[in-house]
C-alpha cells in the first residue's frame, strides 16, 4: 500500500512539475507576443524621423501602433542641402528621446529586428537597403523608394531574392480623404481621378520622385495599376501629368510650385463625382508600417510601387520629348535592363 501511495505521490508531482513548466511556457510565449518589436532608424535627416518615432514610442500608442518600439538610429545623409543641414539636428532629438545611435548599418542590425529607411535623398536607398535585406529585417522605405526605376527594381528583386517582406508609401495614399473616396457609394464606379499638392524638386533624381510622390500615389490609389501612356505640360509654376489606362481611364495629377498649393483630390464615378481635401498625419501611415511589421504583408505591393515610379520616370521622358506621350512599357523595359547591370 505504501508502495502505491508512494507510486501515486510521484505521478502526482510530474503531473504538477508538467503543468508548472506548461505555464511556464505559456506566460513565456506570451511575454514574447508582448514585448515591442525593435525598430532601427536608417537616415535622420527628415522631420519623419522624429514625428514617427514619438508616435510608435508614445507609451499610450494602441492598434497596430503599440508593439513597435524605436530604439537605434543611424544618421547617415549627403551633401544636399536638405540632408546635410538637417540631419544634426534631426539625430539629436532622437538622442534626446533615448534612442541609441550607432556610427554603421551593420552595428544598428545587429540590435533591431525591423527597419525604416528614412534618408530623405532617395540616390542612396539602394545602397543602405542591401545591407538591411540580407540581414533579413522587414523594410520600410520612406518616399522615394529609391533614386531611379532602375534602383527601385533591383531593391524589389533582391527583397524577393531574400524573400524579406519590404514597401514603400507617401503618408498621403492613406489620408482619410483618399480611404473615404475608395469607399464612397455615391460614385459607383472610378472613372477617372485627378490629384494635385505642392511639387518641388530634388536635383539629381526624377522631378516627381521628390514631392510629386505625395500627388501620384494618392492618384494612384484612386486608379489601381494599368496605366500605359504618360504625357507632361510643364510651366514654370506648374506641372500636369496625364496618364492614359489601359481601360480608356484618365488619371491627372497638378503639381504646384507656387500659389495656394494644399493636397486634394477627385473622382470621377460613373453616378457622382466627389472631391476631398482631407489629407491627414503620419498616424495612418504608421498604424499600416506597425501592420506591416508585425504580419510581413505588405500594405502596397512591390509591382504598383514600381509602377508608380515607372509612371513618373515617363513624365520627365515626356518633358525631354515636348510634351509627347511616353509608353511606360518602353520606361520599364529600359530601367529593368539598367537593373541587370546593377547586380
Same mark, same amino acid.
Given at each position: 500500500?505504501?508502495?502505491?501511495?508512494?507510486?501515486?505521490?510521484?505521478?502526482?508531482?510530474?503531473?504538477?512539475?508538467?503543468?508548472?513548466?506548461?505555464?511556464? !511556457?505559456?506566460?513565456?510565449?506570451?511575454?514574447?507576443?508582448?514585448?515591442?518589436?525593435?525598430?532601427?532608424?536608417?537616415?535622420?535627416?527628415?522631420?519623419?524621423?522624429?514625428? !514617427?518615432?514619438?508616435?510608435?514610442? +508614445?507609451?499610450?500608442?494602441?492598434?497596430?501602433?503599440? #508593439?513597435?518600439?524605436?530604439?537605434?538610429?543611424?544618421?547617415?545623409?549627403?551633401?544636399?542641402?536638405?540632408?546635410?543641414?538637417? %540631419?544634426?539636428?534631426?539625430?539629436?532629438?532622437?538622442?534626446?528621446?533615448?534612442?541609441?545611435?550607432?556610427?554603421?548599418?551593420?552595428?544598428?542590425?545587429?540590435?533591431?529586428?525591423?527597419? @525604416?529607411?528614412?534618408?530623405?535623398? #532617395?540616390?542612396?536607398?539602394?545602397?543602405?537597403?542591401?545591407?538591411?535585406?540580407?540581414?533579413?529585417?522587414?523594410?520600410?522605405?520612406?518616399?522615394?523608394?529609391?533614386?531611379?526605376?532602375?534602383?527601385?527594381?533591383?531593391?524589389?528583386?533582391?527583397?524577393?531574392?531574400? +524573400?524579406?517582406?519590404?514597401?514603400?508609401?507617401?503618408?498621403?495614399?492613406?489620408?482619410?480623404?483618399?480611404?473615404?473616396?475608395?469607399? +464612397?457609394?455615391?460614385?459607383?464606379?472610378?472613372?477617372?481621378?485627378?490629384?494635385?499638392?505642392?511639387?518641388?524638386?530634388?536635383? #539629381?533624381?526624377?522631378?516627381?520622385? !521628390?514631392?510629386? *510622390?505625395?500627388?501620384? $500615389?494618392?492618384?494612384?490609389?484612386?486608379?489601381?495599376?494599368?496605366?500605359?501612356?504618360?504625357?507632361?505640360?510643364?510651366?514654370?509654376?506648374?506641372? @500636369?501629368?496625364?496618364? %492614359?489606362?489601359?481601360?480608356?481611364?484618365?488619371?491627372?495629377?497638378?503639381?504646384?510650385?507656387? +500659389?495656394?498649393? $494644399?493636397?486634394?483630390?477627385?473622382?470621377?464615378?460613373?453616378? #457622382? *463625382?466627389?472631391?476631398?481635401?482631407?489629407?491627414?498625419?503620419?498616424?495612418?501611415?504608421?498604424?499600416?508600417?506597425?501592420?506591416?511589421?508585425?504580419?510581413?504583408?505588405?500594405?502596397?505591393?512591390?509591382? $504598383?510601387?514600381?509602377?508608380?515610379?515607372?509612371?513618373?520616370?515617363?513624365?520627365?521622358?515626356?518633358?525631354?520629348?515636348?510634351?509627347?506621350?511616353?509608353?511606360?512599357?518602353?520606361?520599364?523595359?529600359?530601367?529593368?535592363? $539598367?537593373?541587370?547591370?546593377?547586380?
Amino acid at each position: 500500500m505504501n508502495h502505491m501511495t508512494h507510486h501515486h505521490g510521484q505521478k502526482l508531482w510530474l503531473g504538477v512539475a508538467l503543468c508548472a513548466l506548461l505555464v511556464t !511556457f505559456w506566460v513565456n510565449a506570451r511575454a514574447a507576443d508582448r514585448a515591442p518589436l525593435r525598430a532601427g532608424m536608417i537616415g535622420l535627416d527628415t522631420s519623419h524621423v522624429p514625428a !514617427f518615432a514619438k508616435i510608435f514610442n +508614445n507609451p499610450k500608442a494602441t492598434g497596430d501602433i503599440a #508593439g513597435i518600439r524605436i530604439v537605434a538610429g543611424y544618421p547617415g545623409g549627403t551633401d544636399i542641402p536638405a540632408s546635410r543641414d538637417r %540631419v544634426k539636428g534631426f539625430t539629436e532629438q532622437l538622442r534626446g528621446m533615448g534612442i541609441e545611435i550607432f556610427d554603421s548599418i551593420p552595428k544598428l542590425l545587429e540590435t533591431v529586428d525591423v527597419v @525604416l529607411l528614412e534618408s530623405v535623398d #532617395g540616390r542612396i536607398h539602394l545602397q543602405e537597403a542591401i545591407p538591411v535585406i540580407k540581414a533579413g529585417k522587414p523594410l520600410f522605405i520612406d518616399k522615394p523608394v529609391a533614386g531611379s526605376l532602375a534602383d527601385a527594381i533591383v531593391i524589389y528583386e533582391l527583397a524577393k531574392k531574400h +524573400n524579406v517582406p519590404c514597401f514603400s508609401s507617401s503618408s498621403v495614399r492613406f489620408a482619410p480623404g483618399i480611404q473615404e473616396l475608395l469607399k +464612397n457609394r455615391q460614385l459607383g464606379t472610378i472613372e477617372g481621378a485627378a490629384t494635385w499638392g505642392p511639387c518641388t524638386y530634388q536635383e #539629381g533624381t526624377p522631378d516627381m520622385f !521628390f514631392y510629386g *510622390i505625395h500627388g501620384i $500615389e494618392p492618384l494612384y490609389a484612386l486608379m489601381g495599376t494599368g496605366c500605359e501612356t504618360v504625357a507632361r505640360i510643364q510651366s514654370k509654376d506648374t506641372d @500636369l501629368v496625364s496618364g %492614359v489606362w489601359k481601360d480608356g481611364r484618365i488619371g491627372t495629377y497638378r503639381g504646384i510650385r507656387k +500659389n495656394k498649393a $494644399e493636397f486634394g483630390a477627385v473622382a470621377f464615378g460613373s453616378k #457622382g *463625382i466627389v472631391q476631398t481635401g482631407r489629407e491627414g498625419g503620419y498616424e495612418e501611415l504608421c498604424a499600416e508600417v506597425g501592420r506591416f511589421f508585425k504580419t510581413g504583408k505588405p500594405p502596397v505591393r512591390a509591382e $504598383e510601387t514600381i509602377e508608380i515610379f515607372a509612371f513618373m520616370e515617363a513624365a520627365d521622358e515626356s518633358k525631354r520629348q515636348g510634351a509627347a506621350p511616353v509608353s511606360l512599357a518602353g520606361v520599364l523595359a529600359k530601367a529593368k535592363a $539598367e537593373a541587370a547591370t546593377k547586380h
